[in-house]
């Protein structure tokens, strides 16, 4: 398919589990420059590195990545692509696909994937994507967040509970029922982007601490589909950083 869509990354300084950690190296490169390559190998018309530290913007823009300075308090990585697309001077019908700034091993091929998928997809609001779950211990972390779809790929519900429940099997790599991790990287058309963030946040965004609820919510459609292909190790802990230096991704 011929589309075209924007990259905007995502990336802050001050996370809270692992302070400055677009700026932490492994094999010779920042995970934001990374996480640009990533985003430029996909294909996309331009892509842009939002964020509010200058130590990260001095960074990109050494090699070579257009930089968008935002705020210092947005309360997510979707307000503040939202302040980019204003600044970059988006047209409300152009597909925007948020990469966040510490998934360094996020195929390219994903990347545009999610892109295509909205744009096949004129009632859909959001596009995302998962995997499926084959692993007892992923389906009852809540660190993984779990969708459950419609027979025709729209989103019914994210939790960071065993959704759907299954009652009397222990998982195994045989499994075939509908268990999919949701991987975060979303479309949106920029319009509805400036949207989403004019929404107040919901009741069941604040308890699960998951803004793809708010979309929901609201009563807008999200579509959904299957990675082309497998991510790989996003960065949130130490841990994370720890398993990324001995990968063979």
């Known amino acids: 398919m011929s ?3 924007r990259v905007l990354i995502p990336a802050r300084y001050q996370a809270t589990r692992l302070l400055g950690k677009p700026l932490l190296k492994f094999q010779n490169k920042t995970i934001i420059e990374h996480v ?9 018309c331009s892509v ?4 509010d530290d200058e130590r990260i913007a001095e960074v ?15 309360r997510s990585g979707t307000d503040r692509i939202a302040q980019a697309v204003t600044e970059i001077g988006c047209d409300d019908d152009e597909i925007i696909v948020n990469l966040q700034g510490d998934e360094p091993q996020m195929p390219a091929a994903n990347v545009r994937q999610v892109a295509e998928l909205l744009a096949g997809n004129e009632q859909a609001a959001i596009a995302t994507l998962y995997t499926r779950i084959t692993d007892q211990h992923d389906y009852s972390d809540p ?4 969708l459950v779809t419609t027979n025709n790929q729209q989103a019914l ?4 509970a065993s959704i759907p429940f299954v009652r009397d099997e222990v998982l195994t790599e045989r499994t075939n029922y509908p268990l999919f991790r949701h991987v975060g990287l979303y479309a949106y058309r920029a319009g509805y982007l400036k949207k989403f963030v004019s929404y107040q946040p919901t009741a069941l965004e604040k ?18 589909d299957q990675c082309v292909a497998q991510p790989g190790i996003g960065v949130d802990t130490h841990s994370d950083f720890s398993r990324l230096l001995v990968s063979k991704h």
């Not at 842009?48 to 964020?51: L, P, S, V």
């Not at 519900?157 to 960071?160: I, K």
């Open 157 to 160: 519900y994210f939790s960071r």
């Open 48 to 51: 842009h590195i939002a964020t």
């Open 60 to 74: 990109a823009k050494k090699f070579g990545a257009q930089v968008c300075m935002t705020h210092s308090n947005h």
């Open 143 to 146: 660190d993984v967040v779990k």
């Open 207 to 224: 308890l699960g601490r998951l803004e793809q609820l708010r979309a929901l919510e609201n009563g807008d459609q999200i579509i959904t």
């Open 3 to 5: 589309i075209s869509f």
């Open 36 to 44: 640009y390559q990533q985003a430029c190998a996909s294909q996309a």
